[in-house]
């Protein structure tokens, strides 16, 4: 290869990832691909780790940005991408470990031209390489979202280069006329949905994204916050209602109420049954911590209700999808609600 190959930007933000950094950062410097510079963004950690950032950067390997607190994985990814110098910009979480031809399996399928601009490979839990943590994503009509093969053993059902909704932010490759386009993450997020906002908002404006399988990675799901935190619970679900409010068409979103009532009839049931993510979460929190968790993402999204809606109007005066084609995607990646309730 040589230097008519597009540079790779690869952000990594960091935040008390102490246990997991270093295992990433190897597997970055180890990457196949020869174009590529490092961003690493650390956000106030207090653990030791952002001495390790400090010394890559020290050593040459890599650019720093030390933040003096955790400015949530949007803000300081968006900070990253005003440094990156790259035509593609990837981003690995700090407790992801990529393989070797992470980045040339995806950089190979990228098509601007075609639109194709957002990709993302299969990703495998680290703690057992033979489970797919995700490998794209599926939507639920109230806006929740997981991932797509989550928790299925690997047999090859997903080694199909194809099309996806979006891919995720864990283990992800945009290009930067992708980002322009949409203004990057939206800070209100802070953590969790903010890739599938992103996605969504891309896809309105008529971007593709691209499943590679070959490219792998693994992850130590939720190893820095936790899968199961009442902080994480309040932002996922806070999240879903933020991006259903700026990018779904007006009679999309005048049945979200109805879907997520549904969705909650089938968590409290996964609660009392103690299975799902209800059920794990009410057997380390409580019952009652779900129901105040509940009205903490409402409360948090009232607040942030005008200039939500104020994106929204500009979402949907810029989008070049139709309705019509909005439900289609939104059929096309769908997923159930007993598959989103009820499976771990």
Known sequence: MTNSEPLISVVVVNWNGIRYLAECLESLAAQTWPRCELILVDNGSTDGSERLVREWCDNGRARALMLGENTGFTRANNLAFREARGEWIALLNNDAVAAPDWLEQLVRCGDPERKIGMLGGKILFAWDKTLIDKAGHLIYRDG????????????????????ILWPDGCAVLYHRQLLADTGGFDDDFFAYGDDADLGIRARLLGWRAWYVPRAVVYHHHSGTAGAYSPLKAMLVERNRLFLALKNFPLGVLLQNPFWALRRYAWQAYGALAATGSSGRFVREHGRWRLVKTLGWAYLSAAKRLFPILAKRRKIQKNRQLSTHEIKALLRRYKITVKELTLQD
Do not use: P, S, V, Y
Not at 144 to 163: C, M, S, V, W, Y
């Open 144 to 163: 929740l979202n997981r991932g797509r093969g989550t928790g299925q053993k690997d047999e090859g059902q997903f080694e199909a280069e194809e099309e």
